[in-house]
């Protein structure tokens, strides 16, 4: 896994949620795929995204819990590991730490 990305465009607007819980910047690549990279702050409760398109979630640093759609039981994962998130659904995440992800907008 290489630790950044070359040859990229970025957005220079962020992208703010849940107040200031996750903020991330869009990244475009020259094959016109699209990345964001973000933090999510530590959360007293989940956070719930909803998805327009398929993402996977790649942790960078840190650890959260994740229910993905409408699992009953959150998963926990940590860096160096992803998740994927179908179109058209939603995940909950949470964390106790300070989370670096990259989620792959993957439609």
Do not use: W
Not at 19 to 37: A, M, R, V
Not at 38 to 43: H, S, Y
Not at 68 to 89: C, K, T
């Amino acid at each position: 896994m290489s630790a950044q990305f070359d040859h990229v465009s970025v957005i220079k607007k962020s992208n703010v949620y849940f107040g200031g819980s996750c903020i991330s910047h869009t990244i475009l690549f020259e094959d016109g795929t699209k990345k964001t990279l973000g933090v999510i702050l530590p959360t007293e409760q989940p956070l719930t995204f909803e998805t327009h398109v398929p993402e996977r979630m790649e942790i960078i640093s840190g650890e959260c819990r994740v229910k993905i759609a409408n699992n009953e039981e959150a998963e926990l994962f940590r860096a160096g590991q992803s998740f994927y998130v179908p179109g058209n659904s939603t995940f909950k995440i949470e964390t106790d730490d300070v989370l670096d992800y990259v989620c792959h907008l993957e439609g």
